[in-house]
């Protein structure tokens, strides 16, 4: 099966195809189609956004869509970045800019106090009807990055139980404990039980 993955991150696809190595799917970039429709994620939750990303290219595609909505919730901020972690520190902020924004609005902030959450909402569309997965990891945000792995946040973000940001923890620990992984870990499932019904 070959599924649509909403997203033009390289990283995330490589990602899920790694994950995905052991059943017999595929996951191409919004890089395959000819023609990219933009989608403005105007949805107040991670659920809304991630539907409106996937129908609107499965209506373009034609096939199997999976999007994806999540972010970074911190405590001490009243749960921003929220629905706007990619686009914290402004529309063409990289991964650096957002991250000095999020320690620049913690500055002062103690250890304790900084708790936050990683979420993650998958909606995958299949013949026109959505189904949602959703996963998240509780941790803390630290007061400065460390590490070379991932993406996003994860160079501040130390998950429960560690004292490791996902930055240096590196891939196989991250795809095992992640707000994504859990997310992933319930697709896997469902796709699993809709290859063995073909």
């Not at 304790?112 to 945000?141: M, N, T, Y």
Request: glycine content about 10%; aromatic content about 10%.
């Amino acid at each position: 099966m070959k599924i649509l993955i909403a997203t033009g991150n390289k990283g995330k696809i490589r990602e899920m195809n790694e994950l995905f190595s052991d059943m017999p799917v595929e996951f191409v970039g919004i890089d395959t189609l000819e023609e990219v429709p933009e989608v403005v994620e105007d949805g107040s939750t991670f659920h809304e956004n991630a539907l409106k990303k996937a129908m609107t290219f499965y209506n373009r595609a034609s096939m199997p869509v999976l999007a994806e909505d999540s972010g970074l919730e911190v405590e001490a901020l009243e749960g921003a970045p929220g629905i706007y972690s990619a686009r914290y520190a402004g529309a063409e902020a990289t991964d650096e800019d957002n991250i000095r924004k999020l320690l620049d609005a913690l500055k002062g902030v103690p250890p304790e106090q900084r708790r936050a959450r990683f979420v993650s909402v998958l909606c995958f569309v299949l013949d026109g009807k959505p189904h949602f997965f959703e996963g998240e990891v509780e941790g803390w945000i630290t007061d400065r990055p460390s590490g070379s792995y991932g993406f996003g946040y994860d160079p501040v973000f130390v998950p429960d139980g560690y004292d490791k940001t996902f930055a240096e923890l590196g891939p196989e620990i991250k795809n095992r404990i992640s707000h994504r992984a859990k997310a992933i870990a319930e697709f896997k499932e469902f796709l699993k039980g809709l290859l063995a019904k073909e």
